[in-house]
């Protein structure tokens, strides 16, 4: 469309956190884009981490890898999987960023003398990172999430550079806010005084909403959205509800039969006269809502507990289930948990297994035993990133005979250093941002498992890692029966390890998680969860 300014469209969460900005703010972004429009979603993190690279899984999820090599929120993860387009460094801003700027800027004389505040400095840098997005002058909606929960001191910052951008933006910015109405069972019914105090936290900052988006496990009603609309200044019809949904993908649903982007669009004064028609999210939904069959895969990883440290091998399962018309059930098992002796009982009765990626030693003979099982019963194998390492080691000990064989992070020592650290990596000091990230090219060998699911020779992933398989045991290796099926063309990286003789026995160093999407699943999770129906 483009015929107008970057319209500007700022998320902000009350209440409690993890209501699903990041969900609401990608299915708004999906009815927007099926509109016609362009549109991008950027998170800001309030916390001081640069970026959540460095942060213990337990702590923040996952950490997503974009092309460009950023190491970013989850929530990133979702924009993609809704919107089928990439992000990028911009999309993620963390507090630790913004600050890491300014001061480069103070130590450089940039500011010509003058006290660094955090009024103007870091509000103007902060309000600079929203819109770089915008002025690349791609995108009709730039929609930025603001992590946290109003009234929070680390967001203050945020809010009060999204309060700023509001004035001078004039017509092109609008608040949405998402907030909850609890049940108390007690009571037997729904409460709006949460709503009220955090659009009031809101008010005292300086921001009206111009949209509520409330989250609720029963209808809200009319008499509850006409009480919310009177208490916190917002029209009737901008009171939105969002109940909560059997799968996320139900929401741009939800969202578009309450009309959130009909709402917003008038907010913003642009002309709403094309009725959105999401066939293929609809498609993709019956799909996966009436599977034809039922199969339970196992995954197994060390921080199985938290299943947000995989919410991207997770989402991938189900694009993948749904393109095989079949619901697949994971069984998460801690790697620390099996052993020589029970491997057997822990994968009984799983039609394949997901070795997950992951970092240090712990679970790591775990990995290695249940691979162990799955090569020798021929039980469909996906492993990526560690993963596929652990592969490596396996194949190494148990059939080329190197009983020491082992990756130098987890040995530095050992007499067979099968998985070796990147030369590059060798000098690296620091932690945060140093590993081999985003887009690397790969060459597929014709016939391999790897080549039949994408069917083409060329394809590009992304990484996160610092060690990589050993060019010196590949020779030996591929004489043994485990052979390297994908090659990054300028390095000689080996990218996948395959036995052809297996049913599906792949190996990746990449991470296709992080590529699949609702609109085209990822290529090997299909190939893996076809591999496993066909498993007798």
Known sequence: MGKFPTKYIFVTGGVTSSLGKGIISASLGKLLTSGGYSVTIQKLDPYINVDPGTMNPYEHGECYVTDDGAETDLDLGHYERFLNHSTSQANNVTTGRIYQTVIQKERKGDYLGKTVQIIPHITDEIKRRIQLLGETGQFDFVITEIGGTVGDIEALPYIEAVRQLKWELEDSALFIHLTLVPYLAAAGELKTKPTQHSVK??????????????????????????????????????????????????????????????????????????????????????????????????????????????????????????????KVKVNWIHAEEINKTNAAEKLAGLKGVLVAPGFGDRGMEGKIETIKHLRENN?????????????VIEYSRNVLGLKDANSTEMNPDTSAPVINLMAEQKEIIEKGGTMRLGAYDCQLTAGSNAYKSYNKNDISERHRHRFEFNNKYKLDLERAGLIATGINPKTNLVEIVEIPTHPWFVGVQFHPEYKSTVANPHPLFCGFIESCINNK
């Open 379 to 391: 039980i469909p194998f996906f492993g990526i990133c560690l993963g596929m390492q652990s592969a």
């Open 201 to 326: 936290t809101l008010l005292e900052a300086g921001i009206q909403p111009d949209i509520l988006v409330c989250r609720t496990e029963h209808h809200l009603g009319s008499d509850i959205k006409r009480k919310v609309a009177r208490f916190c200044n917002v029209e009737r019809d901008a009171v939105i509800e969002s109940m909560d949904a059997s799968t996320i993908y139900e929401v741009p649903l939800l969202m578009q039969k309450e009309g959130l982007d009909k709402i917003v669009l008038k907010k913003l004064g642009l002309e709403n006269n094309t009725e959105v028609k999401l066939e293929k999210w609809n498609a993709f939904l019956t799909n996966l809502q009436n599977p034809k069959q039922e199969i339970t895969i196992g995954l197994v990883g060390k921080y199985v507990e938290l299943q947000d440290a995989y919410k991207s091998i997770s989402e991938a399962i189900i694009h993948a289930g749904t393109k095989n018309s079949c």
